[in-house]
């Protein structure tokens, strides 16, 4: 039997294999963004190696479960030149696939 601990983060529990599992998705390019995501990206002149950089160095900040189609995980990261920081949200597809739903530029008011 396989035995998970938790970690904290802010005020939920997240499994720590998680955000392994989507760094692995991305690594294995089994992910899509939607529209959204990428037009939120070209208007925060963000590229795609910026997200993926934010996803494969950060963590989960945030876990939100209350939407019908799905959990959906908030990571933050850095971009591509360590210092912008980067939130990515996204969620598991039935497929196994794992779908970009936004993505942002970090403000010091967000943080």
Request: aromatic share 6%; charged share 25%.
């Amino acid at each position: 039997m396989l035995l998970l601990t938790r970690v904290a983060i802010a005020t939920k529990q997240v499994p720590p294999n998680d955000i392994y599992c989507i760094r692995e998705k991305i690594r294995l390019r089994q992910y899509d963004m939607t529209a959204h995501a990428m037009e939120e990206m070209a208007e925060d002149l963000l590229t795609i190696l910026d997200i993926e950089e934010a996803v494969l160095s950060g963590r989960i900040i945030r876990v939100e479960k209350d939407d019908p189609r799905g959990t959906k995980y908030v990571v933050a990261g850095t971009a591509l030149d360590q210092q912008t920081p980067v939130g990515v949200v996204g969620r598991f597809l039935s497929n196994g696939r794992y779908l970009i739903i936004t993505v942002y530029e970090i403000t010091e008011l967000e943080v």
